[in-house]
């Protein structure tokens, strides 16, 4: 390995370990961080998801249509294991680090070619709040109406980003 190749390894590592230090101490000021958080916009769009629970997450849209959040969140019902999409609509405020906007889950319809738009039910179901600390690092809170969704939250990772949509905070690429 070339010097200046395995000097940057090395200060790449020196760097994630020093990083992942301070992480241990940063989980303690979780809601301080979410409370400073960066605001939202279009670079926050992609899909995002929880590492410790891999297999479900969320598509989100931060649109220039009337500053409109578009949601979805690929999960699975409380019993039997079917795959569920809730669905949440609402407008953001690109000053603020949080939004809440409601949500309905989507039923009853067929895979096509037996779709027909009649079929689809949208059933009211709760809340869905985010947060993000910077652009790449969030919470989802929920609070269903619908039994056995309950209300809860859980740490968001980006794992998808837009092309040329870059991060406010370091002006680079999220």
């Known amino acids: 390995m070339k010097r200046a190749a395995r000097r940057r390894v090395m200060c790449s590592l020196s ?5 992942g230090a ?9 809601d301080a961080t979410f409370a400073a958080g960066v605001p939202l916009g279009g670079f926050l769009s992609g899909n995002w998801y929880d590492p410790a629970q891999p297999g479900q997450g969320f598509q989100l849209e931060f649109t220039d249509q009337n500053s409109t959040l578009i949601a979805v969140w690929f999960v699975f019902a409380p019993s039997g294991g079917a795959q569920n999409w809730i669905f949440a609509q609402g407008a953001y405020d690109h000053a603020a680090s949080a939004v809440t906007i ?5 039923t009853g319809a067929q895979f096509p070619p037996q779709f027909k738009t009649s079929d689809l039910q949208h059933v009211p ?3 869905l709040t985010f947060t993000f600390s910077d652009c790449d690092h969030g919470q989802a809170s929920w609070s269903s109406t619908l039994p056995g969704y309950g209300s809860g939250s ?3 990772t980006r794992l998808t980003s837009i ?3 870059a991060c406010p905070q370091t002006g680079a690429q999220p």
């Open 154 to 156: 859980m740490p968001l």
């Open 125 to 127: 179901w709760g809340t």
């Open 22 to 30: 301070i992480a241990g101490s940063a989980h303690a000021a979780q």
């Open 102 to 106: 409601d949500a309905v889950l989507l």
């Open 163 to 165: 092309r040329g949509l």
């Open 15 to 19: 760097l994630a370990l020093a990083l």
